[in-house]
């Protein structure tokens, strides 16, 4: 079966650091790989996804993926972080053989930005 | 285009009882998948509906089902509540195809409690 695991339940960066939030896959064949961010008392939102065209991905509000292979990992990164990004961060994987919408998601990372 | 909307925002219900949410899909996507969101077991994908058929189930016992009407809304419903249902259901909509090509919108939830 299908999984994913986020390294780092709680991560905190200060405005203008690197963000970089970790995500490994466990899939013989490689899935669709999606992040989403989640902000408080709202529901998710996708950032951007992987569907095995480029491995590095680009998404809104200046995050991008890379796709690796070899080490089954989808990490999410950002050069400077801002203060409104702070929220809730979900990697997720989806059965490329699946018809439909099913998602698996990891168990979030929550990333604090510090002034 | 108004986004997915869920009724109600916010149930408190004690165990034993029933209930039923609520999920107003996207105009023109006729998918809905739904979503329990617990601090303990995170995200975890409990079904989705297509065309009034259901396409994926996830692994909860029998007491959660769902439903999908002809103009694509959709209700969830668990009966015999006990305390771990409490959570936040989210439901997703995407016009249809896969996760690769459609992008999933969520709604904000029904957070319920159970009691």
């Known amino acids: 079966a299908q999984s994913v695991t986020q390294l780092g339940s709680h991560v905190s960066v200060s405005e203008g650091a690197l963000v970089l939030l970790r995500c490994n896959y466990s899939?013989?064949?490689?899935?669709?790989l999606f992040w989403y961010v989640q902000y408080p008392n709202q529901g998710l939102q996708l950032l951007l996804k992987?569907?095995?065209?480029?491995?590095l991905v680009k998404g809104i509000n200046g995050f991008e993926a890379e796709f690796k292979k070899s080490e089954t990992s989808f990490h999410l990164t950002k050069p400077s972080a801002h203060m409104s990004d702070a929220a809730e961060y979900f990697c997720?994987?989806?059965?490329?053989?699946?018809?439909?919408?099913?998602?698996?998601f990891g168990q979030g990372t929550e990333l604090s930005v510090k002034p | 285009k108004a986004g997915v909307t869920q009724t109600p925002r916010y149930l408190i219900k004690t165990r034993g009882q029933q209930v039923t949410l609520s999920c107003s899909p996207i105009s023109g996507h006729r998918s809905v998948s739904w979503y329990q969101q617990t601090p303990g077991q995170g995200l975890q994908f409990l079904f989705e509906y297509f065309s009034e058929t259901q396409r994926n189930k996830g692994n909860f016992p029998g007491r959660f089902s769902g439903r999908q009407f002809s103009n694509s809304r959709s209700e969830m419903n668990v009966s015999t509540l006990e305390l771990g249902d409490s959570a936040l259901y989210l439901c997703?909509?995407?016009?249809?195809?896969?996760?690769?090509?459609?992008?999933?919108?969520f709604g904000p939830g029904t957070r319920l409690t159970v009691l």
């Open positions: 992987y569907t095995s065209a480029a491995t």
């Open positions: 899939s013989s064949v490689p899935p669709y």
């Open positions: 997703a909509s995407s016009l249809g195809g896969s996760t690769a090509t459609d992008t999933q919108y």
């Open positions: 997720a994987v989806s059965d490329r053989s699946n018809q439909g919408g099913k998602l698996i």
